[in-house]
Nanobody, 120 residues
Framework: VRLVESGGGLLQAGGSLRLFCVASGGDFSIHAWGWYRQAPGKQRELVARITIGGNTNYADSVRGRSTISRDNAKNTVYLQMHSLKPEDTAVYYC???????????????WGEGTLVTVSS
């Protein structure tokens, strides 16, 4: 499988963004998906997830200002965020949930992510 995230950039606090994750090489529709982020000096954390049936759940830090969605026909999962805060600054990744894809070596596979920088 290959995961390609995009849509990040430099934004001002209070702004909005829409992130994209395209998955190729696997069966997108049979997985639940999550958006994760890793801020500088911090561990990667789950910020939103969506089940096969479309049920969603959000971390407290983004709940109420984020929407995760999926399009099985396009093998794509999206994350919309508004009212951005400087603490949203991080590299954002997608992966299946709850367990990430694995490489042939048995390690976790992650895409390159997309950097979101929110200035105050």
């Amino acid at each position: 499988v290959r995961l390609v995230e995009s849509g990040g950039g430099l934004l001002q606090a209070g702004g909005s963004l829409r992130l994209f994750c395209v998955a190729s090489g696997g069966d997108f529709s049979i997985h639940a998906w999550g958006w994760y982020r890793q801020a500088p000096g911090k561990q990667r954390e789950l910020v939103a997830r969506i089940t096969i049936g479309g049920n969603t759940n959000y971390a407290d830090s983004v709940r109420g200002r984020s929407t995760i969605s999926r399009d099985n026909a396009k093998n794509t999962v999206y994350l919309q965020m508004h009212s951005l805060k400087p603490e949203d600054t991080a590299v954002y990744y997608c992966n299946k949930w709850p367990d990430p894809f694995r490489t042939i070596y048995g390690t976790d596979y992650w895409g390159e992510g997309t950097l979101v920088t929110v200035s105050s």
